[in-house]
């Protein structure tokens, strides 16, 4: 198959790719229509749809608790605006220390192990559980014992952790190269991280600080157990009250609407990003 350019302006191989692509597309969307209708007409045959229906899809239910559902939301998206910004700074100074390359702070690389071997092999609701009810339990005074703050807390101690291993991840694939250039200037260790290396590595390991951050959005809820009446414990306290599942329902919705958006982002920063790179 040769190049020659068509009629069109195209080459052989361009308009060849072309009709692969669109093959693709309607392949790709007849397959998933076809799924979509077997779900659409296959569900509900089911024997015990109509409970289920009245269970977790009762519009009566949703449209009463829906307003509610969504002001309680309102809490998980403080919690995570006041947390986001610890976790960076946090996860950076973590990553800063394990990366120290001076032989008197040495031990600044063994805490750095430490506090990420420990934060990332403690699950995220025993760590919520341990430090949301042990330190309001030494009886310190008002707001001192609230469960907002210790939750936040084993929230930020938690993705802080993985956040330091996504930003040494990114430290480690700078070259080494670019440090040697940085010193062969005369920069000193501290300025070549500040002004040559942590550019380059925050550049890189956005698209996975995003993903790290749509997942923290989701573990607020995990802050309920603990006392506070953000959206997932006001879902439980109406079905609770109305005896089904609905309210669920509309709080797992709530939170789609915003992680997918999110999440779309975050792959569009790692298309780019790839591109940039080839």
Not at 107 to 116: D, K, V
Not at 127 to 156: D, E, H, K, M, Q
Not at 244 to 269: M, S
Request: a positive charge; proline letters at 6%.
């Amino acid at each position: 198959m040769t190049d020659t350019p068509s009629a069109a302006g195209k080459t052989r191989r361009q308009l060849y790719e072309d009709r692969l692509r669109r093959r693709s597309m309607i392949i790709a969307a007849s397959s998933s229509f076809a799924v979509f209708l077997a779900v659409i007409i296959l569900v509900p045959m089911a024997p015990g749809w109509d409970k289920v229906k009245a269970s977790f899809f009762n519009w009566e239910v949703f449209v009463k608790t829906f307003p509610k559902l969504l002001a309680a939301f309102k809490l998980d998206v403080m919690i995570f605006l006041w947390s986001a910004p610890a976790i960076v700074i946090l996860g950076l100074l973590v990553a800063l220390a394990r990366d120290v390359r001076s032989p008197a702070l040495f031990p600044l690389r063994i805490l750095g192990a430490a506090y990420t071997d420990i934060f990332r092999g403690v699950p995220v609701v025993l760590t919520v559980y341990l430090i949301g009810f042990g330190i309001p339990g030494l009886g310190l005074p008002r707001p001192w014992n609230s469960p907002y703050i210790w939750g936040s807390l084993a929230l930020i101690l938690t993705y802080a952790a993985y956040v330091a291993e996504i930003f040494r991840s990114g430290i480690e694939s700078v070259h080494a190269s670019q440090r040697s250039a940085a010193q062969s200037l005369g920069l000193l260790d501290a300025d070549s991280m500040r002004f040559v290396i942590l550019p380059q590595a925050i550049r890189r390991v956005i698209p996975s600080q995003m993903n790290m951050f749509i997942a923290l959005q989701k573990d607020v809820a995990l802050l309920s157990f603990i006392g506070p009446v953000e959206i997932f414990r006001q879902a439980g306290v109406f079905k609770s009250l109305l005896a089904n599942f609905t309210p669920y329902v509309g709080a797992a919705l709530i939170f789609l609407a915003v992680t997918i958006p999110a999440t779309r982002y975050a792959d569009y920063l790692l298309a780019k990003q790839n591109r940039e790179r080839s």
